[in-house]
């Protein structure tokens, strides 16, 4: 989606501000700060004693929040990838004391609408791909040492793409005659090898996810995330992740069942005494939403977009 260049369209935004279900003295960690929408209307309903600590792995989202938000003494900023969340929550003295943890997962639009970014296949830029760009290695370094074997793995299992074989190979084939490194390149080169256009989405459409979740390890570091970011809260605190692709949310479904006690329970019974799970914190997940039809037309990007609730009952 085209957006004025440095903004961000939230999806689920009221929603996901809700679930949090914010306490004005309380303590919460926005650990994907973004363009700081969320983190604006968080401190909005915070008093002067409320704490914000807000993450982001992205240099330039950080920047946005020192400059946006420079006098505000409520807030503490950290260039960190929120799998160290345990970490930062420790640092900055609030581990087990947290009201809200927020994951609003994925890329944000100035990341997909800047070319050198190499997120996006509608824009020719650099092929890099990583939101760190401090860390890690780049979209066209991968390119060019990965095994034709390995790519079509990561193209079958992150992008469920059908072709991965063929577009494996087609990659493999073209950087032969000159590295993979630009992100026109390579959407060229899937859309050859692919054998189905369906002209409602390009056919790069899955090949680029996979390898940004890839390249950012996305599903790795989301599980340290869920595991430290319940294990940051206190008592009642809350845990919202929005996620932006089947993979992530199946592994946040996943995560607050195995974490919750009273989840094979009618939901009208007391919960009996002794319940207790191998974890040393217990959720109980509230449920989920999804954007409504006036959201769904006004921002492609909310078409897949899932939020979670849970609460940390013991
Ligand atoms: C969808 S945007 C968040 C937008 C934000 N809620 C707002 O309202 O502006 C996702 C942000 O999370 C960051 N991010 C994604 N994965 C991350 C990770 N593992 N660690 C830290 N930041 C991450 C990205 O760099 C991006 O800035």
Excluded: C
């Amino acid at each position: 989606m085209t957006t004025e260049r440095g903004q961000h369209i939230a999806v689920l935004q009221s929603e996901a501000i809700a679930a949090l279900n914010i306490k004005p003295s309380g303590i919460y960690i926005d650990a994907t700060y973004g363009r700081g929408g969320h983190s604006g209307l968080i401190l909005n309903q915070l008093d002067s004693r409320g704490r914000l600590i807000a993450i982001d792995q992205d240099a330039e989202a950080i920047a946005d929040g020192e400059q946006r938000f420079a006098t505000e003494s409520r807030l503490s900023l950290y260039k960190r990838n929120f799998e160290a969340l345990g970490a930062v929550a420790s640092q900055a003295g609030v581990l087990g004391m947290v009201d809200g943890v927020l994951l609003d997962l994925g890329v944000s639009s100035p990341q997909l609408d800047t070319p050198e970014r190499g997120f996006s296949f509608s824009r020719d830029g650099a092929l890099d791909m990583r939101m760190d760009t401090e860390h890690g290695e780049s979209a066209a370094i991968w390119l060019q040492r990965v095994t034709e074997t390995e790519l079509a793995r990561v193209l079958r299992e992150y992008g469920d793409e059908r072709y991965a074989k063929r577009i494996a190979a087609a990659i493999v084939e073209a950087r032969k005659n000159g590295s993979m490194n630009s992100t026109a390149a390579l959407a060229d080169v899937v859309k050859q090898a692919h054998p189905r256009w369906d002209h409602q989405r390009h056919p790069a459409t899955k090949t680029f996810q996979a390898i940004r979740i890839h390249i950012n390890r996305e599903l790795s570091v989301l599980e340290a995330a869920l595991t430290q970011s319940a294990n940051a809260l206190t008592k009642n605190g809350r845990l919202v992740v929005i996620s932006f692709h089947s993979l992530e949310d199946r592994l946040v479904k996943r995560f607050f069942r195995t974490v919750d006690p009273y989840k094979d329970l009618p939901r009208h019974l007391p919960v009996p005494t002794g319940f207790q799970v191998a974890a040393s914190f217990t959720l109980k997940a509230l449920g989920k939403k999804m954007p409504g039809a006036a959201e769904l037309a006004a921002n492609p990007r909310a078409r897949s977009a899932v939020l979670r609730v849970a609460e940390r009952v013991a």
